[in-house]
């Protein structure tokens, strides 16, 4: 870069500085410690081009691979957060106030030998039962679970003399009691997809014991007679297990519905309506049928997850009478209709 530059002339007139730039950065001497001699100091500097700049020009020349790479690398991390947001965005507004949870984050289902069993199981082998009205392969999924889960109740499948029809009265040892699909209710069957189209599902409960143990009502000798008698109501009978679902806490409860707004005036229907046969279990036979109740959920309310837990008030025990639960058998699971 050409400059010149020139002091003090004897008759007092500076000389002309010129230069070919035009950036000229006149500094004070003292910035440095120089000592002062009387001359002017003019320091020229000039100002390069930013990377920044130089990075964009690189890309816009399509000279350098590496910032193009870096820059579509960047440009698609960016796309992926804006779907990110956006489908978070979403869940949050398809929830309608309720919470979306996944499935994963409630326990694994596993099924009991002894005690209550629920089905269809939810996705993952969890307790999380969950579908959407507006996705058909969810309810078919839930419908082939419990169409695999009431197979062994069709009445082709219990036909033969070990069978027989059983009643509070009537119930061999060396047989089995019959119990079919037209014990489950109207809307509990695989023609109208077990209610979960219409937003009520049906939910099969079985009463699973060991061969050669008995199940017998709760009765007014036992520790948890006057609450098995409040929860069952009119449905408790002597000859029976009975079954009641419950939401499991008062929040939950505000989802379930109102009953009033039914025409049965009840949001929870159980096929059969005393619950569990108990001389069904004073049998022999390893060909044992286990119990089943269908349980009709009426008004679930959508976008909420709904805490469920149902009890069958009985007590087993063994040939030698001792007893084998202190407590009603339990099942819970979530049910989420969005």
């Not at 009537?170 to 695989?190: H, M, V, W």
């Not at 060991?210 to 006057?226: E, F, M």
Request: hydrophobic share 35%.
């Amino acid at each position: 870069m050409a400059w010149k530059t020139s002091g003090i002339s004897h008759n007092g007139v500076y000389d002309p500085v010129t230069t070919t730039s035009d950036r000229v950065f006149i500094r004070d001497p003292e910035d440095d410690g120089s000592h002062w001699t009387g001359r002017t100091y003019v320091t020229l500097r000039t100002y390069h081009t930013p990377a920044l700049k130089n990075f964009y020009s690189k890309i816009k020349s399509r000279t350098s691979p590496r910032c193009l790479l870096i820059g579509l690398i960047v440009t698609l991390l960016l796309l992926l957060l804006v779907m990110v947001i956006a489908l978070s965005s979403q869940e949050k507004a398809h929830a309608d106030g309720g919470h979306a949870t996944k499935p994963f984050m409630y326990e694994q289902w596993v099924k009991k030998e002894t005690g209550l069993n629920f089905y269809p199981v939810g996705e993952g082998n969890s307790t999380y039962i969950r579908y959407s009205l507006h996705r058909p392969e969810e309810i078919d999924d839930y419908t082939a679970k419990l169409d695999m889960a009431t197979k062994r109740y069709e009445s082709l499948q219990q036909i033969g003399d070990d069978f027989v029809d059983c009643n509070t009265t009537y119930a061999p040892s060396d047989k089995i009691c019959r119990e079919t699909l037209q014990d489950f209710g109207g809307i509990c069957n695989s023609y109208n997809k077990y209610g979960f189209r219409r937003a009520t599902p049906c939910i099969l409960l079985t009463l699973n014991l060991p061969l050669n143990t008995k199940v017998r009502a709760i009765l007014p000798k036992d520790h948890l007679y006057v609450e098995a008698e409040n929860a069952l109501g009119d449905d408790y009978s002597p000859d029976y297990v009975g079954v009641t679902c419950q939401a499991a806490t008062s929040e939950d409860a505000k989802n379930v519905g109102n009953s009033t707004l039914l025409d049965h005036n009840k949001t929870i229907v159980y096929s059969p309506a005393h619950g569990f046969l108990a001389k069904a279990y004073d049998t022999t036979s390893d060909k044992f049928l286990p119990q089943a109740v269908m349980v009709h959920f009426n008004s679930i309310l959508n976008f909420h997850d709904v805490h469920i837990t149902c009890k069958a008030w009985g007590i087993a025990y063994t040939s030698q009478n001792e007893n084998i639960n202190q407590e009603p058998f339990s099942a819970s699971f979530v049910l989420r209709i969005e």
